[in-house]
Nanobody
Framework: QLQLVESGGGLVQPGGSLRLSCAASGFTSDNYVIGWFRQAPGKEREGVSCITSGGSIYTPDSVKGRFTISRDNAKNTVYLQMNSLKPEDTAVYYC???????????????????WGRGTLVTVSS
C-alpha cells in the first residue's frame, strides 16, 4: 500500500521560507510521479510542482522561481523548498503520487491516485 506523509508546514512571515517533506513508502512501480499540490480556502486544489522517478520536473509559472521540488531516492523523500512566501501561498499542501502519464507529469491533480493528509502552511505577519 502506497503511503505518503507530509511534514514541515507551519506559520511563516511574508518573504520567509519553508521546506516541506513527503516521505513515501510502498511503491510497486519504478515509473511514477510525485507532486505537491495545494488548496487554499474557497479555492480549487492546484498543482505546485511534480517530479518523475527519472528526475524530470514540472513547475507552473505561478510559483516558478520561488518553489523548487527535489527528491532523495535513498530516503524515499520528496521535498518542496518554498522561498519568498506570500500571503496568497497560504494553503494546505498535499503530497500525491501516480503512475507516469502525461497528466501526472504535468501535475494534473485529478490524475494522481494516492494522497497524503496534507500539511498547513500559513503565511502571515
Amino acid at each position: 500500500q502506497l503511503q505518503l506523509v507530509e511534514s514541515g508546514g507551519g506559520l511563516v512571515q511574508p518573504g520567509g521560507s519553508l521546506r516541506l517533506s513527503c516521505a513515501a513508502s510502498g511503491f510497486t512501480s519504478d515509473n511514477y510521479v510525485i507532486g505537491w499540490f495545494r488548496q487554499a480556502p474557497g479555492k480549487e486544489r492546484e498543482g505546485v510542482s511534480c517530479i518523475t522517478s527519472g528526475g524530470s520536473i514540472y513547475t507552473p509559472d505561478s510559483v516558478k522561481g520561488r518553489f523548487t521540488i527535489s527528491r532523495d531516492n535513498a530516503k524515499n523523500t520528496v521535498y518542496l523548498q518554498m522561498n519568498s512566501l506570500k500571503p496568497e501561498d497560504t494553503a494546505v499542501y498535499y503530497c500525491a503520487a501516480g503512475r507516469f502519464t502525461l497528466a501526472t507529469m504535468t501535475c494534473r491533480n485529478n490524475a494522481m491516485t494516492n494522497w497524503g493528509r496534507g500539511t498547513l502552511v500559513t503565511v502571515s505577519s
